[in-house]
């Protein structure tokens, strides 16, 4: 889902490229070459590790005038605030945004992906790169999905044209704690994918936050195999918590013989 935001929102070359690498940090600097590229934006996930409900990523373009107005928020990690909190936050945030671009990823599509061998970090690379196609910002900030976060960076950069059209592009892992436009679209992603969650409560009952760590989320998964000997599309199948869950249960069923 893509939406620009307004009031009522529910080949260049480039002339110099830098690499600046420190630690988890990995900051690609290129000389502004398009006039196109315009605004600071940050890009992150909310859904990563679930075992039920989507992956949601979301980018936020901020014009530059309007980032000290962000930053007296208060905005940060999204895990670290409150669902109220959160809320509240997200209508300051598309009142201070030019433009929000949402991708959601259902457990479906990542079942399906991943049958085709494509894993989970390339899965959100590609959901990055499309949002910073869309963005198209003169400085783009990123939640790094992979553990090196240079090369994770380097992909979104060269994937997305931005490489070549002069963008200054920052990839550091836990960003959403370090830049408020990261932290924003690290609030409006856990949101969407909230509200997504609900929406599957209403239909399928309350199974937790859908998360592995989560007892009523696991016995949700349990449950439906018992009775019904599979599962609801909206659960992660090739996931190896619910590989763990059918193996459980087959070992049951052939102790009792």
């Not at 949601?56 to 928020?73: A, K, N, P, W, Y």
């Not at 945030?93 to 599509?109: F, G, M, V």
């Not at 690379?125 to 963005?135: C, D, M, T």
């Amino acid at each position: 889902m893509k939406f620009d935001v307004d009031k009522n929102l529910s080949p260049a070359i480039a002339v110099q490229t830098d690499l600046v690498i420190s630690g988890s940090h990995s900051c690609i600097v290129m000389s502004p070459n398009d006039s196109k590229l315009r605004g600071v934006a940050g890009i992150d996930e909310a859904g990563r590790g679930p075992l039920v409900g989507p992956l949601v990523v979301c980018g936020v373009l901020f014009e530059q005038e309007t980032i000290r107005d962000l930053d007296s928020l208060g905005v940060k990690d999204s895990k670290m605030l409150t669902p109220r909190r959160r809320t509240q936050l997200l209508e300051s945030i598309k009142r201070l945004a030019s433009r929000i671009e949402l991708q959601s990823i259902s457990a479906s599509e990542i079942d399906r992906l991943r049958g085709q061998k494509v894993n989970l970090n390339e899965i959100e690379v590609r959901a990055f790169v499309s949002i910073a196609k869309s963005l198209k910002p003169s400085s783009l900030y990123l939640d790094a999905a992979d553990v090196k976060a240079q090369r994770f960076g380097i992909a979104v950069s060269e994937r997305s044209g931005l490489s070549t059209l002069g963008c200054k592009v920052v990839s550091e892992h836990k960003a959403d704690s370090k830049y408020p436009v990261v932290s924003a679209a690290s609030i409006v992603a856990k949101v969407e994918r909230d509200n997504a969650i609900k929406l599957l409560h209403e239909e399928f009952g309350d199974f937790g936050s859908g998360y592995p760590s989560d007892p009523k989320t696991i016995e949700f998964v349990r449950g439906f195999l018992s009775d019904t000997g599979k599962l609801p599309n909206i659960v992660r199948h090739s996931w190896e918590s619910v590989n763990r869950i059918r193996a459980e249960l087959k070992t049951q069923q052939l102790r009792l013989g």
